[in-house]
């Protein structure tokens, strides 16, 4: 009979995805997981596996709890256009918030890892289609509700919008300051016009 574990695993998965966050993958070493976390190196391996499996673990963690939380009103609320426009402008605050700086650890592991990474390469198109799919539902229910126009190409603006979401975290990693990210944001905006 194996012993129950000792340690609370959303916890855990918490700790390693804000080193991850804040370090990257590459720069995250396995003793930085280890003072994190709390867990030993044998309790972390016999938990998890390795530091890449550990850190694909962080990843759909992420999805299921940052992700979902960020992307919530794109989902929730009623007027496509209100749903779009708050999710930009949210996001763009977030991305100063408490001068963090940390961008999307989706985004900024795929930026890192992607090109020599199949597998978090996958994570990332799977996230960016999720989103892009996000944005077309948004944009169909503008069109529904009369405050975007039947003229638009709902898929070419849904990936527009999906990347240029990715671009507002990117320069919230590189450390733009609100005023920048504002502009961005009201820029891309412009296209719902």
């Not at 976390?37 to 309790?43: F, I, K, V």
């Not at 985004?107 to 996230?127: F, K």
Request: hydrophobic letters at 40%; charged letters at 30%.
């Amino acid at each position: 009979m194996s012993r129950p574990r000792a340690f609370d695993e959303e916890s855990v998965l918490d700790n390693a995805m804000n080193i991850f966050w804040s370090k990257g993958f590459e720069s995250t070493s396995v003793q930085d997981l280890v003072n994190e976390t709390g867990l030993n190196r044998a309790s972390m391996y016999a938990s998890f596996g390795d530091k890449k499996a550990l850190f694909l673990r962080v990843l759909d963690h992420y999805s299921l709890k940052i992700s979902t939380k960020r992307f919530a009103d794109l989902r929730e609320i009623e007027d496509g256009r209100k749903a779009i426009e708050k999710t930009f402008r949210d996001t763009a605050k977030t991305g100063c918030k408490e001068g963090r700086h940390k961008g999307c650890l989706i985004v900024n592991s795929g930026m890192e890892l992607a090109p020599h990474d199949p597998e978090t390469a996958a994570i990332a198109h799977q996230a960016f289609r999720r989103v892009e799919d996000m944005f077309v539902a948004a944009l169909s229910r503008g069109i529904a509700h009369g405050s975007i126009s039947r003229d638009k190409n709902v898929r070419a603006l849904a990936r527009f919008f999906a990347g240029s979401i990715q671009g507002v975290q990117l320069m919230s990693r590189r450390g733009a300051d609100q005023e920048t990210l504002e502009d961005y944001t009201e820029t891309i905006l412009a296209a719902l016009n």
